[in-house]
């Protein structure tokens, strides 16, 4: 056993042998089969090798082979960390009910009351613990937080965040107009105040994986002032920036009679300086081509979040017109306007909706599994702009990773004999859950199975 350092990661090298499948820019699947990984204490992978070359890695990287994690062939193989670009913290109580609403309503009725009550922060961290080991445990290694517009219960969520090791930006939510449930908005300058509030406090915290995110609700919660400070303070700061765009067709109605002189959804953003390269905004069901070409332009993500979309009612999403534009596209849970907190859930939803769009939309090339396995993972990290820190298994990146098992008791499906490894991965793209998800790590750190405390 490597002694622990205070980081919990051991004092020396950890060393895994067996396979990993990935994604690359080249390749949006590859599975590296028989391959040997070290990850150094700080959690950056050192080497990634073929298996046999072990003996001469055991002695440039002075470990012992007795020290090597080997996984069972077949059975185990790592993954990629799960990156969800989209899911609100604050929603996790109605997770899974409440979906009969269409967005505007739904917001009314169910969304803004729940989100009201995270001003208690007894409550805020009861429930913010669950939603933290829940998308833990279901191999989410980076989630991009909303939580409320309460500034020390987002950072309660940081802190929670930050005990259980997981990677994530936060939001404290923006909002300075809410006509119908008037108990929950800010004054302009509260939010602006409140945002920079949170920054700093979170910043004073230092942690080293917890990252703030400057988040304007979406444009019909916002006057033109309160976008304009925000654009501004992000941009002094060069913080990150998350949003909502064009999710539902009421929606773009109502921005477009805010903001007469404005080309579209995406330019309201781009005027209020809030569209750039560390912007990621949700949805984009209905984003012209023209607005592609813009986030194209100014390197900005978009979230997709396909549970949401169809949960809602909201539309459906094309996600090859984005590819194509090279928009850099990610996946979302959006719980709870999406009912699953997996993203493989995500994986799968966003399939169905590609083949859906297949069936009546002429000349449309379908999304493959393997392509959308890298927007779990690659894409998402991409379009969150970490993919220098994450995102797959490159030396010099940090090992977030899932070591998945095929062969737990209760498995949701079964291997059979004549299964290739493409298939086995199938079956746990399509079938798997978190039974499978037997060890998750952040940063060369094991998050799950939680520590007992
Ligand atoms: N648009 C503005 N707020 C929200 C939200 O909480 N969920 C979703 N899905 N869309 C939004
Ligand atoms: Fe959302």
Same mark, same amino acid.
């Given at each position: 056993?490597?002694?622990?350092?205070?980081?919990?990661?051991?004092?020396?090298?950890?060393?895994?042998?067996?396979?990993?499948?990935?994604?690359?820019?080249?390749?949006?699947?590859?599975?590296?089969?028989?391959?040997?990984?070290?990850?150094?204490?700080?959690?950056?992978?050192?080497?990634?090798?073929?298996?046999?070359?072990?003996?001469?890695?055991?002695?440039?990287?002075?470990?012992?082979?007795?020290?090597?994690?080997?996984?069972?062939?077949?059975?185990?193989?790592?993954?990629?960390?799960?990156? $969800?670009?989209?899911?609100?913290?604050?929603?996790?109580?109605?997770?899974?009910?409440?979906?009969?609403?269409?967005?505007?309503?739904?917001?009314?009725?169910?969304?803004?009351?729940?989100?009201?009550?995270?001003?208690?922060?007894?409550?805020?961290?009861?429930?913010?613990?669950?939603?933290?080991?829940?998308?833990?445990?279901?191999?989410?290694?980076?989630?991009?937080?909303?939580?409320?517009?309460?500034?020390?219960?987002?950072?309660?969520?940081?802190?929670?965040?930050? *005990?259980?090791?997981?990677?994530?930006?936060?939001?404290?939510?923006?909002?300075?107009?809410?006509?119908?449930?008037?108990?929950?908005?800010?004054?302009?300058?509260?939010?602006? *105040?409140?945002?920079?509030?949170?920054?700093?406090?979170?910043?004073?915290?230092?942690?080293?994986?917890?990252?703030?995110?400057?988040?304007?609700?979406?444009?019909?919660?916002?006057?033109?002032?309160?976008?304009?400070?925000?654009?501004?303070?992000?941009?002094?700061?060069?913080?990150?920036?998350?949003?909502?765009?064009?999710?539902?067709?009421?929606?773009?109605?109502?921005?477009?009679?805010?903001?007469?002189?404005?080309?579209?959804?995406?330019?309201?953003? %781009?005027?209020?300086?809030?569209?750039?390269?560390?912007?990621?905004?949700?949805?984009?069901?209905?984003?012209?081509?023209?607005?592609?070409?813009?986030?194209?332009?100014?390197?900005?993500?978009?979230?997709?979040?396909?549970?949401?979309?169809?949960?809602?009612?909201?539309?459906?999403?094309?996600?090859?017109?984005?590819?194509?534009?090279?928009?850099?596209?990610?996946?979302?849970?959006?719980?709870?306007?999406?009912?699953?907190?997996?993203?493989?859930?995500?994986?799968?939803?966003?399939?169905?909706?590609?083949? @859906?769009?297949?069936?009546?939309?002429?000349?449309?090339?379908?999304?493959?599994? *393997?392509?959308?396995?890298?927007?779990?993972?690659?894409?998402?990290?991409?379009?969150?702009?970490? $993919?220098?820190?994450?995102?797959?298994?490159?030396?010099?990146?940090?090992?977030?990773?899932?070591?998945?098992?095929?062969?737990?008791?209760?498995?949701?499906?079964?291997?059979?004999?004549?299964?290739?490894?493409?298939?086995?991965?199938?079956?746990?793209?399509?079938?798997?859950? %978190?039974?499978? @998800?037997?060890?998750?790590?952040?940063?060369?750190?094991?998050?799950?199975?939680?520590?007992?405390?």
């Amino acid at each position: 056993m490597a002694t622990k350092t205070p980081n919990g990661r051991g004092d020396r090298l950890q060393v895994f042998r067996g396979t990993f499948i990935h994604s690359t820019d080249t390749s949006p699947l590859e599975s590296l089969d028989a391959y040997i990984v070290g990850v150094n204490e700080l959690g950056k992978i050192m080497f990634i090798d073929t298996a046999d070359k072990d003996e001469e890695l055991s002695v440039k990287w002075r470990f012992k082979r007795e020290t090597i994690r080997v996984l069972q062939p077949r059975q185990e193989f790592f993954i990629p960390g799960l990156v $969800d670009t989209h899911i609100h913290a604050s929603q996790y109580p109605k997770m899974g009910s409440c979906l009969d609403l269409p967005l505007l309503q739904w917001l009314i009725k169910y969304t803004f009351p729940v989100e009201a009550r995270f001003k208690d922060l007894k409550f805020a961290e009861d429930m913010y613990t669950k939603v933290v080991k829940r998308t833990l445990r279901n191999g989410t290694t980076t989630a991009c937080y909303f939580a409320t517009i309460h500034t020390d219960s987002s950072l309660k969520l940081c802190d929670v965040i930050d *005990k259980f090791g997981q990677r994530a930006f936060v939001g404290k939510v923006c909002m300075d107009i809410n006509d119908i449930y008037t108990e929950y908005k800010e004054t302009t300058n509260e939010s602006v *105040k409140e945002t920079e509030r949170f920054v700093a406090e979170l910043a004073k915290r230092k942690y080293p994986l917890v990252r703030p995110i400057v988040t304007p609700r979406f444009v019909p919660s916002c006057t033109s002032e309160l976008l304009k400070q925000l654009g501004s303070f992000a941009n002094a700061n060069d913080l990150h920036i998350q949003s909502h765009i064009s999710e539902a067709r009421p929606e773009i109605d109502v921005v477009n009679n805010m903001f007469l002189n404005c080309k579209n959804y995406s330019d309201v953003y %781009d005027v209020h300086g809030l569209l750039n390269d560390k912007t990621i905004m949700a949805h984009g069901v209905y984003l012209s081509d023209e607005e592609l070409e813009l986030f194209q332009k100014k390197g900005a993500g978009i979230a997709h979040c396909p549970n949401s979309n169809t949960s809602l009612c909201s539309g459906l999403m094309n996600v090859r017109n984005a590819l194509n534009h090279k928009v850099n596209v990610g996946l979302g849970t959006d719980v709870s306007g999406g009912y699953s907190p997996s993203v493989l859930d995500a994986v799968r939803r966003a399939i169905d909706v590609s083949n @859906i769009l297949s069936l009546n939309t002429p000349g449309y090339e379908k999304l493959s599994y *393997k392509e959308v396995f890298r927007l779990a993972t690659l894409g998402g990290s991409k379009a969150l702009g970490l $993919d220098k820190l994450i995102g797959n298994f490159e030396v010099g990146k940090d090992f977030d990773a899932v070591l998945i098992n095929t062969s737990v008791p209760n498995s949701p499906f079964e291997v059979f004999p004549e299964d290739t490894l493409m298939d086995i991965f199938q079956k746990f793209l399509f079938l798997g859950d %978190d039974r499978n @998800i037997s060890e998750v790590y952040v940063a060369g750190k094991q998050v799950f199975p939680f520590a007992k405390s």
